[in-house]
Structures are given as C-alpha cells and as structure tokens.
C-alpha cells in the first residue's frame, strides 16, 4: 500500500500516526555542502538530511502523508549541530507551499 501520490493522510492513518510516528525513508543523495551555511561537513557537525517541512510536524499539524514529506523537494543537507533546525520553514512558509493541495 501507499499514499497514492496523496498530500494529505486519510483520519484513519492520521489517527494511527497519532499512536506511533512512520519511519522516514529519505533514499535521494543529498548535497555535499550545506544548505544553510554553504560549507562541507566536519568529523564533528555532519551533514544529514533535514527536512524543510519538519517530519514530525508535517505529520501532527498539517497532516501531509510520509512521502510526501521525504520527497526530494522537502529536503537539503544541514550541519547536524547548527543548521539543521535553521532549514526548517517557519508555518507561515508551510501554509504558502501546502496551500494549492488545500482546494484539490
């Protein structure tokens, strides 16, 4: 099964979610540079992927599916340590990207 190519999670899976999170499966390769500072990664700040949606949130507050969280499009590299939570969009960013799924 899957989301069928859905933004939105159905009530069922919402509430299911509400019990226990999904896993993320980002399988896209990411930059070698970050995306918030422009440099490489250290041995003591990695680059990992982020998302620019938050996962959690993008699942409890806007109810968007998984995959449509993990695509390419919601995901940068960021330092573990520094950047990560700085590639995340503020809500107002969120509404504006999510918005012409609302009417569909």
Excluded: Q, W
Excluded at 13 to 33: A, G, L, Q, W
Excluded at 52 to 67: E, Q
């Amino acid at each position: 099964m899957g989301f069928d190519g859905r933004v939105f999670l159905l009530d069922s899976e919402y509430e299911t979610y509400m019990r226990r999170m999904p896993v993320r499966y980002i399988r896209h390769k990411i930059s070698n540079v970050c995306a918030i500072c422009g440099k490489e990664a250290t041995k003591d700040n990695p680059l990992e992927k982020a998302h620019l949606i938050p996962f959690n949130a993008g699942i409890k507050k806007y109810r968007l599916t998984p995959d449509f969280l993990d695509r390419k499009e919601n995901i940068v590299a960021a330092h573990r340590k520094t950047c990560n939570k700085l590639a995340e969009l503020s809500h107002e960013e969120i509404l504006k990207l999510i918005s012409p799924h609302l009417a569909g």
